[in-house]
């Protein structure tokens, strides 16, 4: 029987190599998480204050202004004025931005479920039943911000 801080330190291990694959798959797309981060903030939020950005990233607001410079140099994003506080600077999606995170989300995609293809088709349905049995665990124990779970297929 495996103990459950056996299994914790197996999910922590999976964990980062999957987040090493993730970033390998972005770097292969000719980006870096810190770019692709700062666009999908773009993507699901739309326009957004640099602040807001480097709050969410928890980044510098020299790294934003930095990545912001990277992104608009190659049309990507575009900067624009906040219509209440002449302060602050908004910051969008280009149409162009808007392809390049549609085009990057499905590279990643793929490659995620590239993974998921070599487990048999009752191992994806056991992981599955397990990980919607944690995420309801967290949910109830209070875990802010969750994200729905796609329905069971």
């Known amino acids: 029987m495996i103990a459950p801080e056996e299994l914790a ?4 291990e999976f964990g980062k190599a999957y987040t090493r694959r993730i970033w390998s798959e972005m770097e292969r797309a000719g980006t870096t998480p ?12 739309g326009s957004c204050k640099m602040s807001e950005i480097g709050a969410q990233l928890e980044v510098t607001p020299r790294s934003v202004t930095k990545l912001v410079d990277s992104l608009e140099s190659e049309g990507l994003v ?21 392809v390049v995170c549609k085009e990057s989300a499905l590279a990643n995609h793929a490659a995620v479920a590239k993974l998921y293809k070599q487990l048999s088709a009752s191992d994806r349905r056991h992981l599955s039943r ?9 949910e ?7 994200r729905p779970v796609p329905n069971k297929r």
């Open 9 to 12: 330190a197996l999910v922590a």
């Open 34 to 45: 810190a770019r692709a981060r700062l666009l999908m903030a773009l993507q699901c939020r």
């Open 78 to 98: 575009e900067r624009g004025r906040h219509p209440h506080d002449r302060r602050a600077t908004l910051i969008q999606l280009t149409a162009q931005g808007m």
């Open 130 to 138: 397990i990980l919607r049995k944690l995420l309801d665990s967290l």
């Open 140 to 146: 109830k124990s209070g875990l802010p911000n969750q």
